[in-house]
């Protein structure tokens, strides 16, 4: 049924990350229920909007990065394509950065 995905542990590691976020925004919503804030975004938002946000723009990095890869060897004279770790760790920086000051 899931052939046609190639699993690979960084896009394991995105997909659990995803969940336990969810698991964890769920369960900070029904301790502490959230209201709007205004930050860097240009509205208010709630907790759930800032993490929609963010997961958006985490999976355009993403996207981004594997589509750019053969560029990026180009660009910087690399011998391989540049490993999906760091637009990992870029995707969540900025997701974080989102969440707390978005």
Do not use: H
């Not at 997909?15 to 208010?44: D, E, N, Y």
């Amino acid at each position: 049924m899931l052939d046609w995905m190639v699993w690979t542990l960084p896009t394991a590691v995105f997909f659990i990350c995803v969940a336990l976020l969810l698991a964890g925004m769920t369960v900070w919503q029904l301790k502490s229920p959230t209201v709007p804030r205004k930050g860097f975004l240009p509205m208010a938002t709630t907790r759930g909007d800032r993490l929609f946000i963010g997961l958006l723009v985490a999976a355009y990095i993403n996207l981004g990065f594997l589509g750019l890869g053969e560029q990026f060897v180009d660009w910087f004279g690399l011998q391989d394509e540049p490993s999906v770790w760091i637009s990992f760790v870029l995707s969540m920086g900025v997701l974080v950065f989102i969440m707390r000051k978005g």
